[in-house]
């Protein structure tokens, strides 16, 4: 059916090589009366993984043993030999489908054909040990692959309440909770210990109500197909870079030159702004000439030229020390690690 309760995405990421430094346009000025106010926009910040720079073609391996101790008891009781081959293969073809479609928002060259294979364990008891070094560089071998990622073990659980009437809403309502846990790992040939490991857990709800146009209704094999593509989705976006919210503060203050470029950023115009902040980097003034170097920071911040920003941030900290600089300057430094990173990851 395909229908999915949760909304992934509302618009598609941008990460290639141009967008990266193109810093999003101000998405507010709050606070427009007073000594400070806040603007506000988005930056890039790393993914969750670096693979190392040789790695240049990446393979997906599914390596969870095909087992009923992948389910909770409630689950198990008609999980025949034959059941159990259709529900593992709906797991793992859509985990590996949501992963596919997560890692897509952004355009990484060695992730764009990610070759699939399996090699199932044979137990449980060591579903959570490495994969044996024999088959990773088999697989390193024979399909020219510079890295891996293996999925190591799924558990999944389906569990579906009896029907019931809400009062509040007033009519019935039936809610399935899909609970999972699945280990992947990363290994790169030649290396002996994964690059990267991650465990993830999640709850997922699913309702169907009086209300719902019958289309809509889902059962046990939706949630199931569903519930393992977002996980798989969700372990996708932690390839890819992406955009977050920052706020910073821009001094006003009493004096005529603040008072005078806090006119032009209310009004968006940074330029004329910036052109009064640097006419007073070296007013007599300390504190004036402080808050002009930090506001200018700001501004050179969002044209991303991060290391201008941050000499003029700490030019400001030489003349007054302040807590508002002194944590800008902080992220100013965390953004240059994070560009280096970003550097790192797309190519």
């Known amino acids: 059916m395909g229908w999915n309760t949760f909304c992934r995405y509302s618009a598609q990421m941008n990460t290639t090589r141009s967008a990266i430094w193109l810093m999003a346009l101000v998405l507010a000025l709050q606070g427009c009366t007073g000594s400070k106010s806040y603007v506000s926009f988005e930056v890039m910040e790393p993914a969750k993984i670096t693979y190392p720079e040789q790695v240049q073609k990446v393979g997906y391996l599914t390596a969870a043993p095909i087992t009923v101790h992948s389910f909770p008891v409630n689950n198990r009781s008609e999980l025949d030999p034959v059941s159990l081959r259709i529900i593992d293969t709906i797991v793992v073809n859509n985990v590996f489908k949501g992963f596919s479609e997560g890692k897509q928002f952004a355009d990484l060259s060695f992730l764009e054909d990610v070759t699939k294979l399996s090699a199932r364990k044979r137990g449980t008891s060591e579903r959570r040990a490495l994969i044996d070094e ?37 009519e019935y309502i039936q809610e399935f909770r899909f609970q999972s846990e699945l280990l992947w790992r ?11 490991e991650y465990l993830a857990k999640d709850t997922l709800y699913y309702v169907n109500s009086e209300s719902m146009p019958a289309s809509q209704y889902v059962d046990a094999t939706d949630v199931l197909r569903d519930g393992s593509a977002e ?8 390839h890819i870079p992406k955009w977050k919210e920052v706020s910073r503060v821009v001094f006003r203050g ?8 806090a006119i032009h950023t209310d009004q968006g115009e940074w330029d004329k702004a910036a052109e009064v902040w640097t006419a007073n980097t070296e007013n007599e003034d300390r504190k004036l000439a402080a808050k002009a170097n930090h506001n200018l920071a700001i501004y050179f911040e969002l044209q991303d030229e991060i290391d201008t920003a941050a000499t003029y941030a700490s030019k400001a900290l030489d003349l007054w020390k302040n807590e508002y600089t002194e944590d800008y300057m902080q992220e100013l430094q965390d953004r240059v690690r994070e560009k280096e990173k970003i550097l790192e990851q797309v190519r």
């Open 186 to 196: 990363i290994y790169t040939e030649g290396g002996e210990q994964p690059v990267d």
């Open 254 to 261: 009493s004096q005529k030159p603040l008072k005078d470029a």
């Open 134 to 170: 024999s088959l990773r560089q088999k697989a390193f071998r024979e399909f020219d692959l510079d890295a891996l990622i293996v999925l190591e073990y799924y558990t999944i659980g389906i569990y579906k309440s009896p029907a019931r009437f809400d009062f509040m809403m007033g």
């Open 231 to 238: 996980i798989g989705f969700r372990y996708g976006l932690r």
